[in-house]
């Protein structure tokens, strides 16, 4: 796409909608002097350098990436009115986007009734969730895994509930005889299952944990910020069961703003029953008031929210839908791209895959002698820093710290000598990763 054409029609689009209310002279309070303005602008540029290229596959570290040019056309369409989600009258043609999304979005997951709404995080959009959970079970606290996000055990401190840590078998998911010991106590009145796990990308079995939940009258909520999205690979690319399942929980979170190829923020929340929506219940007098239809604000906790996020993702999904071959096809290169990068480093005498990958995450740790915790930690540090600080070819990795149990579970042969060791962690959600894939694995090697 040639951003800057879109970019230009977007401007100049908006500049014919404000030409029709008629002219006006802008206050002077608002004015800036070109020159001032453009030594502001080249110091803005010149600091905006000190980032990580995060949109080249050179760069296969944290879950970061560029937005999809449509998402930057239709984001500073909107941002250039600037209008807010929060009431229709704030924005009634992106409040309007935002519900189609937000059905797109319900029927990925296959979810035939549902409420729901862009957030400007998943964190928000798990504090929600855990939130309702809280409204219906009040008294019983929330369990998730020992791999879940941290967002878990904060929101519930937040809200006043006590959470559960749930242990994690050898490949990093809920252990579900720990689970169903759990739920027998009568305590946890929700339980969060999260198909992708940020750490290793572990699909939590959703369909198994659902049964379970279900014989002690407990809530299920997916926790799919990150993995949410690969329900469009289910029955082609992964077994369909966990991603199926989603339909039949309570609740489901996931971030536009990580596969959905949006800018930061825009999450969603969304429930299966409607009627949670009573929890969200206030007054405000002086808010809505342009229409009797529900507004976002009040099925919301936020109030402000960007209307902006809802017609980014609005014009991404016009021209990549929620199927296989339209986004789906983004996550499956991805996904393509760890399986291979799994067999060449299985292959290879000097790494050693930590986990086999199940979406787009690799996991792995340089060969040592002595393989010892110690040296595993030292070796893949020195591969971390090494890498992001060369001065020519340079690449960007991340770590993941991986305890002495969870490597005795993997790796028995290492010598537990410290509690833990970190592994590198590879996340490759750019579909560019899949055919630059050889080239990272040889600079990879090149560093050990």
Not at 103 to 130: D, K, R, V
Not at 264 to 290: E, K, Q, W
Not at 335 to 349: D, F
């Amino acid at each position: 796409m040639d951003l800057q054409h879109w970019l230009n029609e977007a401007l100049a689009n908006h500049e014919k909608w404000t030409a029709e209310y008629g002219g006006f002279t802008p206050h002077p309070s608002q004015r800036v002097d070109p020159a001032v303005f453009g030594s502001a602008l080249a110091e803005l540029q010149d600091r905006l350098r000190d980032n990580y290229p995060f949109f080249h596959p050179r760069y296969a570290g944290q879950m970061l990436k560029p937005p999809h040019p449509a998402a930057v056309v239709g984001y500073l369409s909107a941002m250039l009115i600037n209008p807010n989600n929060h009431a229709l009258d704030g924005g009634p043609a992106t409040a309007a986007m935002e519900r189609e999304v937000v059905s797109s979005l319900a029927g990925m997951f296959g979810y035939p009734e549902h409420l729901g709404h862009l957030t400007s995080s998943g964190t928000i959009a798990n504090l929600e969730a855990l939130f309702i959970a809280r409204s219906l079970h009040p008294g019983r606290g929330i369990a998730y895994s020992s791999e879940a996000h941290y967002t878990h055990s904060r929101m519930c401190g937040v809200l006043g509930v006590e959470g559960f840590l749930v242990p994690v078998d050898g490949r990093g998911r809920m252990d579900l005889d720990a689970l169903e010991e759990l739920l027998r106590g009568g305590k946890v009145g929700t339980v969060v299952v999260t198909p992708g796990t940020t750490a290793l990308g572990a699909i939590e079995p959703v369909h198994l944990v659902l049964d379970i939940a279900r014989r002690y009258g407990a809530r299920v909520h997916v926790d799919g910020a990150y993995g949410g999205f690969f329900t469009l690979l289910a029955g082609t690319d992964l077994a369909p069961e966990p991603w199926e399942a989603i339909a039949s929980c309570d609740s489901v979170v996931v971030d536009p703003h990580k596969h959905g190829l949006q800018p930061y923020g825009c999450g969603a929340v969304l429930f299966r029953d409607p009627s949670v929506g009573r929890f969200y219940l206030h007054d405000s007098p002086y808010t809505y008031f342009t229409s009797d239809e529900l507004h976002l604000g009040e099925i919301s906790l936020e109030c402000s929210r960007a209307g902006a996020a809802a017609a980014g993702l609005w014009l991404t999904l016009r021209l990549l839908p929620l199927t296989r071959d339209g986004l789906g096809e983004v996550l499956a290169a991805g996904r393509r791209a760890a399986v291979r990068w799994a067999s060449l480093i299985r292959e290879s005498e000097r790494l050693e895959l930590f986990q086999e990958p199940e979406l787009d995450i690799v996991t792995y740790f340089p060969l040592t002698s002595p393989a010892t915790l110690s040296a595993v930690d030292a070796a893949s540090h020195r591969v971390l820093e090494t890498g992001m600080n060369a001065a020519v070819d340079p690449i960007f990795l991340s770590v993941t710290r991986a305890s002495k149990a969870a490597f005795a579970a993997r790796h028995p042969g290492v010598l537990a000598d410290a509690d833990g060791a970190r592994v590198l962690r590879s996340v490759l959600m750019k579909p560019e990763s899949e055919d630059y894939l050889d080239t990272l694995h040889a600079r990879v090697l090149s560093l050990l």
